[in-house]
């Protein structure tokens, strides 16, 4: 590490050098990355003969370009899991979502009896400029009928998406008409955001759910932060749960908001020593004395690894939940000449203990089905069950034992909740009835519930929980899921719980989401027993 670069994680996008200096190219294009220019030079002429004889001499008439698409995943999968191939439009869509923005109509849909639901107009989008409601039905997009077997998530987003200026005309079935009512739509920039809630658990611990690091993942963090401080926030709980990950430097400035000057945040080593580099915390962070709490999960992965990684290395703060993911791999963004793009693996990250969290994808290992595995062998239920790769043991800055080589191993480990979850609960969630339910509900009450000024009264006006699931249990009757009482009783916590949340969701958005979800939420019950505890005090101690 000592030759490696010391990179300070302040300057926006400065830490990433141009790692390749030449064209990675797949079948015709591949060769020249290899070190000895004539192999590269002897294999490119291998790839474009046999490319000139399938086209001239092969029996059946081939799409030339076609078989070079569906042939570079195939080369790229002798690599690793994670360097992978996209088209010129995939690498469109996954760079949108990332940069926290794309070209939109502004709306949130479900796919409701094979129809697009409008369940939320975005405040100052397009849609709303024009005239679209929540509780819209779209049934026609540019004058095509829109309805039935072909409407699936995917074509909805391809049809509504589109570039910024460009128009869609949609025919929309209204609850108060018998006619189709047409919009044309001028597509805009739709924000993506990074936080999905924000708010104050009690009077003194702030919570932040994180769903990805994109572009705009720490300015919308540290905006967070600020208004849960001047709310009272003294100790904080980051959700990293279900967070896949991102930009690396995202998680490595909300890592640096946490720690002293001069604390090692996360290395890189690649093949070279150009790929090498280190990130470190310059001290100016605003939340350097505050108790902390990060929750992660079996699909906390990647940038999210990193963020916990530093905190839990540092002993600066309490990881609670269950193992994550054991992404320790860095891609780099290669594009091609027709605006396709390989993220080819180039270095391994590793946490200041010394650590790669990178699980095992070698030698057989059924990469895909490492995490059923988890399922079917207990681990996400019972702590005795997690496998630790016992070899490769670490050591954080005050001698905690942290371990490598399968993800970040928690250390407060919580099992999977399950209680009221009964046959009849999975029989009605994997129909998606609590969410058809709650669109129902507030298409039905939409009136009462605009003149609402937020949850807390929403709350305070639903019916009592007894006439609510009553409601719900008919309504799952007529979807073809019998009532069972006995089931029903048991599962009752876990299905008001998810009505009153989603039907919140609904009318005003993941900000109302979160406060009701989590309110039994286990794992969160337990960071804060920990914090009451001070356990997430700085520095972390080993325990005794």
């Known amino acids: 590490m000592s030759q490696a670069k010391r990179t300070n994680p302040r300057p926006p996008f400065l830490w990433m050098p141009i790692l390749l200096a030449a064209a990675v190219v797949v079948g015709i294009f591949i060769g020249n990355r290899f070190s000895s220019r004539k192999y590269a030079a002897d294999n490119d002429r291998k790839l474009n003969t046999i490319l000139n004889l399938i086209a001239n001499d092969y029996v059946d008439t081939l799409n030339i ?6 042939s570079i995943p195939e080369i ?19 760079n949108e979502e990332l940069s926290g923005s794309f070209s939109g109509i502004g709306i949130s849909f479900m796919i409701l009896n094979d129809t697009i639901n409008v369940v939320e107009v975005i405040p100052g989008g397009p849609s709303e400029k024009v005239g679209l409601l929540a509780g819209d039905r779209i049934v026609s ?26 128009k869609v005309k949609l025919g929309i079935s209204r609850n108060n008409t018998s006619k189709i009512l047409s919009f044309i739509v001028e597509r805009g920039d739709i924000p993506v955001n990074s936080v999905d809630a924000s708010y104050m658990l009690d009077k003194t611990t702030g919570y932040v ?31 990293l749960r279900g967070n896949g990950g991102g930009y690396m430097e995202m998680a490595i400035y909300m890592a640096n908001e946490f720690l002293s000057a001069n604390r090692l945040i996360v290395y ?3 093949r070279y020593k150009r ?17 902390v709490v990060v929750l992660i999960d079996e699909f906390t992965a990647s940038a999210s690894e990193i963020f916990a990684g530093a905190l839990q290395d540092n002993d600066r703060g309490l990881v609670v939940g269950c193992r994550s993911f054991g992404k320790g791999l860095v891609q780099q963004q290669l594009t091609l000449p027709d605006s396709s793009a390989i993220r080819m693996t180039i270095a391994r990250y590793y946490t200041p203990s010394g650590r790669c969290i990178q699980k095992d994808y070698k030698g057989g290992v059924n990469y895909e089905k490492e995490l059923l595995d988890r399922y079917l062998s207990g681990e996400i239920y019972s702590k005795d069950s997690m496998k630790i790769d016992k070899s490769q043991v670490f050591t954080t800055s005050t ?16 099992p999977r909740d399950t209680t009221g979850i009964t046959s009849y609960y999975i ?13 129902a509900y507030v298409d039905h009450n939409r009136k009462s519930l605009a003149s609402m000024t937020d949850y807390k009264q929403f709350l305070r006006t639903l019916p009592s929980d007894d006439v609510l699931l009553g409601e719900f249990v008919d309504y799952a009757t007529t979807q073809g899921v019998p009532a069972r009482w006995f089931y029903i009783n048991q599962s009752r916590d876990v299905i008001l719980t998810s009505i009153k949340a989603l039907i919140a969701r609904d009318t005003f958005g993941n900000e109302a989401f979160y406060p009701i979800y989590n309110r039994n939420d286990v794992t969160i019950q337990t960071a804060i027993k920990a914090l009451n505890k001070h356990k997430a005090m700085f520095p972390i101690l080993p325990s005794k």
């Open 76 to 94: 790229l999968s002798n690599l690793d899991p994670h360097t992978v191939y996209f088209s010129a439009q995939e690498i469109k869509a996954a």
């Open 427 to 439: 029989d009605v969630a994997n129909a998606g009835l609590p969410q058809k339910f709650a669109f």
């Open 65 to 70: 370009d076609d078989l070079i698409e569906q």
């Open 141 to 166: 997009i540019d004058d095509s009928t829109f309805v039935g077997e072909k409407v699936n998530n995917n074509e909805v987003m391809k049809r509504l998406r589109g570039d910024k200026g460009t």
């Open 275 to 291: 790929d090498d580099s280190q990130f470190w915390s310059d001290g100016s962070g605003n939340f350097q004395n505050d108790e």
């Open 209 to 239: 759910k994180v769903n990805q690091f994109g572009r705009t993942t720490y300015d919308e963090f540290i905006t967070a932060m600020g208004s849960l401080k001047n709310e009272g926030a003294k100790r904080f709980i980051i959700d």
């Open 399 to 414: 001698g905690r034992t942290v371990y490598g080589g399968g993800g970040i191993v928690p250390d407060i480990f919580v």
């Open 268 to 270: 890189t080593k690649g």
